[in-house]
């Protein structure tokens, strides 16, 4: 993970972008709209720490980039709770957002 000197090891490190002057300057976007889908991130190969720790930084990555981003990691030859199986992420995250898009219509 990274720290708050810099990135872990390995990692490009992001330069933030120059902001446009003037009044046409599009807004930051502040957070992921309600009812988004979430990012699931693939990861493919044999599962292993290292791939893992990769993934959980690029995950780590876009949720401060985009907060309220919903995200998750499945693994295309994963199958236990460790690394899971990227159909089973999906399944989970599709019941997720249902379940999310219910409370949001019962709450408004």
């Known amino acids: 993970m990274s720290t708050p000197t ?3 090891p390995g990692l490009p490190v992001r330069m933030p972008r120059p902001r446009q002057p003037g009044r046409h300057r599009k807004p930051e ?7 988004a889908p979430a990012l699931v991130l693939a ?3 044999t599962p292993d720490a290292a791939s893992r720790s990769l993934a959980e930084e690029v995950v780590s990555i876009a949720r401060s ?8 990691i499945g693994y295309i030859d994963g199958g236990d709770d ?4 990227l159909s089973a992420v999906l399944s989970r995250a599709a019941a ?12 408004a």
Do not use: Q, S
């Open 6 to 8: 810099g990135p872990a």
């Open 29 to 35: 976007p502040l957070a992921a709209p309600e009812g």
């Open 43 to 45: 990861v493919p190969g």
């Open 65 to 72: 980039e985009l907060p309220g981003l919903h995200a998750h």
């Open 82 to 85: 460790e690394f899971p199986a």
């Open 96 to 107: 997720d957002r249902t379940a999310r898009l219910a409370r949001a219509t019962a709450a």
